[in-house]
């Protein structure tokens, strides 16, 4: 599952993560360009193979949007299992009741699928046309 997850670093730098702490330098500094290839995960995504959940909210001014988006896409590309679960509502944390429910059916239901068993201790045991 990859909420709310930095996908592309350079444009990372844009959103409020590069503002006040700068983690790695500006990319274009002599010699962090190696450094945004090795860590930005869109350099990896040629090895992609986990089925993956991908939540974003529109509103997150930390992790803007795109980067969900576009690792949704990179997966679909790849042929990997991927749902995007988009909220344009939300910000960085899901926070209004009737999204917490939806964002906590599908991770469960994410997991069901691809773990086989149930992802809630509520649910344990429980099938899950019971739940």
Known sequence: MAHAAVYNLYTQVAADFGYEIPR???FWAPGQEEVFRQV?????AGNFKTPTLVVHGQRDLRVPVNHGIELYH???QKGVP????Y????NH??????NSL??????RDWLDKY?????????AGVPAANR
């Open 82 to 85: 991927a749902r995007l679960v």
């Open 115 to 123: 773990t086989g068993a149930p992802a809630t201790a509520s649910g």
């Open 74 to 76: 990179a997966l679909l």
């Open 102 to 107: 939806v964002w906590y059916r599908e991770v």
């Open 93 to 98: 944390w899901v926070l209004k009741p009737g």
């Open 24 to 26: 790695f330098g500006p």
């Open 40 to 44: 930005s995960p869109q350099f990896a």
């Open 87 to 90: 909220f344009n509502d939300e």
